[in-house]
T-cell receptor, first 111, second 116 residues
């Protein structure tokens, strides 16, 4: 599996966009980028995933660079409830494979 | 969206007793379920992977006789911590994937186990 690198922590003002970067320079052609988050004392929550095109859903947007070596998760209007640890994971989409959770980015949304 | 229910959310038990944790997929058939463990201030660590109707595959260092996993149906998997000891106290989390769902895992809320 491709290794990912994320900043340890970030702060974001409430109501502003939160941009969480992830580097995955060794990503393979058939590997997707997945984002999950874990709010304190809860199970992780799936956010979004993508292969090479930018993706958007009701929770967030995922911007993947053209060379696919990095990506950015964007929470357009961060709220206090978005305070969590965000994990960027690279994995193939086929089959049912476990996810490797690294250390993630601890996002703190500040009032 | 896909919902995974995990029960109980919190359990306290005496050392030497066994504890069973249930994981149910409520609105989809889970071909594969995963069990993770998370210690305070650490990331999730995979314990085992289970497919419906077959034996679970355990990660290295996880004792299969201590952590019994049963995936009897497409909507239910159970984890039994046998002869629990204080060092087994942790946050246990299950997840499930649906066939053809692009490898997306849906997670339960977790079970906090405290062994006295």
């Amino acid at each position: 599996d491709a290794k990912t690198t994320q900043p340890t922590s970030m702060d974001c003002a409430e109501g502003r966009a939160a941009n969480l970067p992830c580097n995955h320079s060794t990503i393979s052609g058939n590997e997707y980028v997945y984002w999950y988050r874990q709010i304190h004392s809860q199970g992780p929550q799936y956010i979004i995933h993508g292969l090479k095109n930018n993706e958007t859903n009701e929770m967030a947007s995922l911007i993947i660079t053209e060379d696919r070596k990095s990506s950015t998760l964007i929470l357009p209007h961060a709220t206090l409830r978005d305070t969590a640890v965000y994990y960027c994971i690279v994995r193939v989409a086929s089959g049912a494979n476990n996810l490797f959770f690294g250390t993630g980015t601890r996002l703190t949304v500040i009032p | 969206g896909a919902v995974v229910s995990q029960h109980p959310s919190w359990v306290i038990c005496k050392s030497g007793t066994s504890v069973k944790i249930e994981c149910r997929s409520l609105d989809f058939q889970a071909t594969t379920m995963f069990w993770y463990r998370q210690f305070p201030k650490q990331s999730l660590m995979l314990m085992a992977t289970s497919n419906e109707g077959s034996k679970a595959t355990y990660e290295q260092g996880v004792e299969k006789d201590k952590f019994l996993i049963n995936h009897a149906s497409l909507t239910l998997s159970t984890l039994t911590v046998t002869s629990a000891h204080p060092e087994d106290s942790s946050f246990y989390i299950c997840s499930a994937t649906e066939r053809g769902a692009k490898n997306i895992q849906y997670f339960g809320a977790g079970t906090r186990l405290s062994v006295l």
